[in-house]
């Protein structure tokens, strides 16, 4: 069992900057492939980033590029979004995800093994 506890969202203004942090306990914090993943008012769960067990492979949507960067710390258990030059279309639940199965990477949802329980992020024009 691994429980991730997400933190840092909030309210900011168009172009501004947030950093989402993840905080895993349980098992070993190595073992998982990291995603984050939003959800929008009435919209799907949608997959933002993930990085791969080491931190030497990051994935990200096209949307985020540019943008978004995800890092971990292996040593803290910790995994990070930093969010830069962000948009009104940012805005959304942010989830944290570990994926323990996985080969890689992935973007599927359906992957991830654990979830945490997700930080609002708004981005106000």
């Known amino acids: 069992q691994v429980q991730l506890v997400e933190s840092g969202g909030g309210l900011v203004q168009v172009g501004g900057s947030l950093r989402l942090s993840c905080a895993a306990s349980g098992r070993t914090f190595s073992n998982y492939i990291m995603g984050w993943f939003r959800q929008a008012p009435g919209k799907e769960r949608e997959f933002v980033a993930a990085i791969t067990r080491s931190g030497g492979y990051r994935d990200y949507v096209d949307s985020v590029k540019d943008r978004f960067t995800i890092s971990r710390d292996n040593g803290k258990n910790t995994v990070y979004l930093q969010m830069n030059s962000l948009k009104p279309e940012d805005t959304a639940v942010y989830y944290c995800?570990?994926?323990?199965?996985?080969?890689?990477?992935?973007?599927?949802?359906?992957?991830?093994?654990?979830w945490g329980q997700g930080t609002q992020v708004t981005v106000s024009s």
């Open positions: 995800a570990a994926a323990w199965k996985v080969i890689g990477i992935s973007r599927t949802s359906t992957d991830y093994d654990y």
